[in-house]
């Protein structure tokens, strides 16, 4: 029983919270299972590069020989499998970390395929999908397609190796379902989709968007045929602490390629202050598995309660997620807005405040974004938002406590329950 406090749950809500705990044993019990071989992976990558605590004294200007940004970025190697890692506070979100790559892998005449549908709202602008804006990549000559199918059914890798033309430079993975309908893209779909590209064309760039799916399985994209893989520091392997960043892993010429956007060709990834963050970068990364699971095993009992409801929800019944976001379909703009202005009076921080749905640059429609972070922005902490649009779903994500998982549902549904809109 939760200690209701002002809050004032409703106890038929906690009680079918209860119940979807119990149902969902079997499925709790495989994510912390997952944590335990993560948490080894992380820990023992540590131990083999030998972090000390003088390696947490930052650098200034140019941030030259800066042992907390080499040693940061040599322990993402070592968790990712990969030959090399750029980990820097420059990076500002995973949307930059994503640019970085395209623009740094990309020339003009080279065309993008991705592989798993339209990519999320952001980055849709980076490369100038529906309108052409200055930088965006359409207007350096850079082409992209959407392969055809669901990337769910077997026969969607053959048709997506059937796509990959004489252009493709890169064919784009998303992990996370993103502001769409649709499951999450497992470490098992990565490795089919590389292995019927490079079938096509070896020498074309397998790229993944990270972002929500690190340590959601006990394999990272680059472990299974991923050249290049990018995700935010404000997202899982942040660990909820990391106050910025960004960071992108992978063989080692094309990372060394992308560091040249973010600074210079012929300075690459040679320079960059870590400004005293490596602490808390190396710290977030040590605890990431741990959040990763306290995540999933919220949504997983959130997923249960909402279905219970009656509401359509992903990941479903069927789905071993591969990101920690959870999409309700909430069916109007009313039930929406109420649940996650109830789901964000239950957050540490900026409780006080009403979101409300707001234009948001990069992205097509308002958008409403509820729960208060450390963290601006961080939305591993615990987080949800929807754009304001037909079918009106909402998408929460993170949560580095199960706990505040299944208050901050509760409130939201309390709320609901309260206004006569419960019901689907």
Known sequence: MYHQNTLDLDPDLIQLLNESRDAESDNLSRIDNNLRHNFMKVLESFRSVGISDQDFAGTTGYGYDD???????????????????????????????????LFGLLLPGDEILFATGKPYDTLQTVVGMDKQIPGCLTELGITWKVAPGNVHEDSTFESIANSVGSRTKVVFIQRSRGYSWQRSVSCLAVSEIAQAVKARNRDVIVMVDNCYGEFTETVEPTEVGADIAAGSLIKNPGGGIAPTGGYIVGRKDLVERIATRLTAPGIGGEIGPSLNTARLMLQGLFLAPQMVAESLSGTCVAGHVFRSLGYRVLP??????????????????????????????????NALYKPVASPLPGYAHNVIMAGGTFVQGSSSELTVDAPICPPYIMYMQGGLLHHHVE??????????????????
């Open 67 to 101: 042992r907390g940004r080499d040693v940061t970025e040599e322990v993402y190697a070592k968790v990712f499998r990969t030959e090399s890692a750029l980990v820097r506070h420059q990076i500002a979100s995973g949307t930059q970390a994503l640019s970085l790559c």
């Open 316 to 349: 479903d019944a069927a789905e071993i997620p591969s990101d920690n976001v959870l999409a309700v379909m909430m069916g109007d703009e009313e039930r929406l807005l109420t649940f996650c202005q109830g789901f964000h009076v239950a957050s540490p921080v």
């Open 407 to 424: 208050v901050a549902v509760l409130s939201g549904l309390t709320a609901l329950k309260r206004r006569n809109l419960l019901d689907p």
